[in-house]
């Protein structure tokens, strides 16, 4: 590494480092603004082949009109349809037939239907199958604007699988404006604030700005040769990137600031700040981006491609924090830090300077002192938060997974009060045409199913719809998918399949189930190997491993009361318990690593405990910076109005913060200080006598994190 930090930190060779970021910002500035156009958002592009809803998705182009998607216009009166609401339904029909919305429609509106009560009519306008996302939100939007709202008391609604489907992806319109705009100021003012620095600022921001664009623009490389893309991992980019990078930033600048009390020439500072330093980042960066890389084992295309996009942005914000910023450190020179500027020091060069931080001197003296106490202690406080976890109710449905009103949600409501709540969105059941009339009356006898409607043939398969009593998602609808499938296959064909929203559903929470068995183990081997080959031990990472799982059970049992209790939400999605693993435990243990790196560096020199003590004060600062940070940026996912993107940034915010003020802070000091020598078995360090430890802890030569 030598020479690349060598040629990073020349006087010369700086400027070429900016020139080549400028020359990438610029190429990937040009594709980045394409990514939203490549994001598939369709739920059914989520699912691996075998699932039978593929299997059923990929079988309905056989069938005349089977994919096409409802856009259902639903009219509701409490007391009841007049004769003028009807003729405005009628109206409504005709107009509808005679406009633009045809071009995807390809077919009038259906009959109209009047509930028994006479409250709610609906009439259904089939979208084609083959129109692209665009192409239906403007049919949509438009048979919206023909039918209005609704007055004088009459409501009217368009809901149905196609205005659902563009709701959806209407709320990832401008996303990533929103997420940049947020995270950027965000990061803005908290540095101001990290480094008292009218300029300093700025750097860090530059610096994951190009990596940033950079990201963006492989990323978008990647889709173009199959990388799965949604709004949601767009959306996790974007605050991965800044929140990643910002962390590595404050890391290199806090080194640098020590260094140059220790080397008269800045660039000699840079060069031992990157050397001190970039291990730890390299280290830290290659945990964060395997860890994402084992949802590659994912089932889930969604899960599959999430991995990818946001292992691509870890990459590029490392290089970029590891070349970019120095470049534009050393181009400023001291003058950076302007009003404080750190200035070379003699007593600094030797090592003989007093402790500057005395917040992180005190806890290091609790830590010495109560060492069992302390890491019992935390330990029995982050249990009592996990009990929370028998709160967890992973049932979020599609309705409820709005932060504000949607039109398509509401519709559904009206129309569920009078109708079957399948009846914008059949089941279909797929057998061999010779069992086709069998089928359908298996189908009718299954608890959950409340109409069979006719079926058709194709070659040697037939096709029957089914209309459920249950919304999609919810957990009467998965029971009547259950109860559906197995009735087929027990009593007319086995290989019978059974497709449909609801079926789709299913199938991706039973695909999330699969992939945290998966995947959670996966990441654990992966940062437990990473962390042995970082400290040369074994007794230390697994027991900072299993740090990191009680702060993630502690993190996942809050997160569950606050989302309905706090926030309000109806429940938890059923992918965060997988997504606030792979991010907890890969963000938190950066910290591990930024804190273990720089014990062991002390421990080489002054013994295990007294090496505790001079780590946690020289990390301290720059750890609890960079946890506000991360949770900063994550917090923004907030701002959104999706739930699951809510509950993500909940999550991992919550965590970083626990991770930065409990975990890094008191658990793992203490725990380590306790454990002692045996914490580097069976390593060198292991072997080596603690001279150092019976004159007790020597001061720390100096601190690395922002005061």
């Given at each position: 590494m030598s020479p690349v930090i060598s040629f990073l930190t020349g006087r010369r060779t700086k400027w070429l480092v900016l020139l080549f970021w400028v020359v990438v910002g610029g190429i990937a500035g040009s594709t980045a603004a394409k990514l939203p156009g490549i994001e598939k958002n369709d739920p059914a592009a989520f699912l691996p082949a075998s699932a039978q809803s593929t299997k059923?998705?990929?079988?309905?182009?056989?069938?005349?009109?089977?994919?096409d998607q409802l856009a259902t216009v639903v009219y509701h009166r409490a007391g009841g349809l007049g004769a003028g609401d009807r003729a405005i339904i009628a109206a409504d029909r005709q107009r509808v037939d005679a406009s633009p919305t045809r071009a995807v429609a390809q077919q009038p509106a259906l009959a109209t239907v009047t509930s028994k009560d006479g409250t709610t009519a609906y009439f259904s306008v089939p979208m084609s199958s083959s129109a692209d996302i665009n192409q239906l939100t403007t049919a949509v939007d438009h048979l919206r604007s023909i039918v209005g709202e609704g007055t004088g008391g009459l409501d009217v609604k368009v809901t149905g699988q196609a205005a659902s489907l563009v709701d959806s992806v209407k709320v990832f319109k401008g996303i990533d404006g929103?997420?940049?705009?947020?995270?950027?100021?965000?990061?803005?003012?908290?540095?101001?604030?990290?480094?008292?620095?009218?300029?300093?600022?700025?750097?860090?921001?530059?610096?994951?700005?190009?990596?940033?664009?950079?990201?963006?623009?492989?990323?978008?490389?990647?889709?173009?040769?199959?990388?799965?893309?949604?709004?949601?991992?767009?959306?996790i980019l974007t605050v991965l990137v800044f929140g990643v990078g910002t962390d590595y930033?404050?890391?290199?600048?806090?080194?640098?600031?020590e260094e140059l009390r220790r080397h008269q020439d800045h660039h000699e500072a840079m060069a031992a700040a990157l050397r001190r330093s970039g291990p730890a980042i390299v280290a830290s960066g290659s945990t964060v981006t395997l860890s994402l890389l084992c949802l590659l084992a994912s089932s889930l295309n969604s899960d599959k491609g999430l991995g990818p996009v946001c292992a691509i942005g870890v990459v590029v914000a490392v290089v970029a924090m590891l070349s970019v910023l120095p470049a534009l450190l050393l181009a400023l020179g001291r003058r950076v830090f302007w009003p404080f500027v750190p200035r070379y020091s003699a007593a600094e060069a030797a090592g003989t300077a007093a402790?500057?931080?005395?917040?992180?001197?005190?806890?290091?003296?609790?830590?010495?002192?109560?060492?069992?106490?302390?890491?019992i202690g935390t330990a029995a406080v982050l249990a009592v938060c996990s009990l929370g976890l028998l709160h967890l109710d992973t049932n979020l449905t599609n309705a409820q997974s709005f932060t504000s009103s949607v039109d398509s949600v509401e519709g559904q409501a009206i129309l569920s009060q009078s109708f079957p709540s399948g009846i914008t969105a059949p089941l279909f059941v797929v057998v061999p045409v010779a069992d086709a009339r069998q089928a359908a009356a298996a189908a009718a006898?299954?608890?959950?199913?409340?109409?069979?409607?006719?079926?058709q043939t194709s070659g040697n398969l037939a096709l029957v719809p089914a209309i459920a009593n249950a919304a999609d998602s919810t957990p009467r609808?998965?029971?009547?998918?259950?109860?559906?499938?197995?009735?087929?296959?027990?009593?007319?064909?086995?290989?019978?399949?059974?497709?449909?929203?609801?079926?789709?559903?299913?199938?991706?929470r039973q695909a999330t189930v699969r992939d945290e068995k998966v995947v959670i183990p996966m990441v654990l081997a992966v940062v437990l190997v990473i962390l042995a080959l970082l400290l040369r031990a074994l007794l230390g990472p697994v027991l900072l491993v299993l740090t990191v799982i009680l702060s993630y059970l502690a993190s996942l049992g809050v997160a569950a009361v606050a989302n309905t209790s706090l926030f309000g939400f109806a429940a938890t999605s059923p992918s965060i318990p997988l997504f606030g693993f792979i991010f907890l435990v890969a963000l938190g243990c950066d910290y591990n690593i930024f804190l273990m790196a720089r014990i062991r560096e002390e421990a080489q020199r002054t013994g295990t405990r007294s090496g505790v003590l001079r780590g946690l004060e020289a990390t301290g600062g720059v750890i609890t910076s960079a946890?506000?940070?991360?949770?900063?940026?994550?917090?923004?996912?907030?701002?959104?109005?999706?739930?699951?993107?809510?509950?993500?940034?909940?999550?991992?915010?919550?965590?970083?913060?626990?991770?930065?003020?409990?975990?890094?802070?008191?658990?793992?000091?203490?725990?380590?200080?306790?454990?002692?020598?045996?914490?580097?078995?069976?390593?060198?360090?292991?072997?080596?006598?603690?001279?150092?430890?019976?004159?007790g802890p020597a001061p720390a030569a100096s601190t690395a994190g922002p005061a």
């Open positions: 059923v998705q990929a079988l309905l182009p056989r069938f005349a009109g089977a994919r929103t997420l940049l705009l947020a995270a950027g100021l965000l990061v803005a003012v908290l540095l101001l604030l990290i480094y008292r620095s009218p300029f300093l600022w700025l750097l860090p921001l530059v610096a994951v700005g190009f990596a940033y664009q950079a990201a963006q623009g492989a990323v978008y490389a990647s889709a173009l040769h199959g990388l799965v893309v949604n709004g949601q991992s767009a959306g930033a404050l890391l290199i600048v806090a080194r640098y600031r402790p500057a931080s005395r917040l992180w001197a005190a806890l290091g003296r609790l830590v010495a002192r109560r060492d069992r106490t302390v890491w006898r299954t608890p959950g199913i409340a109409q069979v409607l006719p079926a609808a998965d029971a009547t998918v259950v109860a559906l499938r197995h009735t087929l296959t027990s009593s007319v064909d086995p290989t019978a399949l059974v497709g449909g929203a609801s079926a789709i559903d299913y199938d991706v946890g506000l940070i991360l949770a900063g940026t994550f917090a923004v996912l907030g701002l959104l109005p999706l739930v699951v993107l809510a509950e993500i940034g909940f999550i991992v915010a919550f965590g970083v913060l626990l991770d930065t003020f409990v975990v890094r802070t008191l658990l793992v000091p203490a725990l380590a200080h306790d454990v002692s020598r045996a914490w580097w078995w069976p390593g060198s360090l292991w072997r080596r006598p603690d001279a150092g430890e019976a004159a």
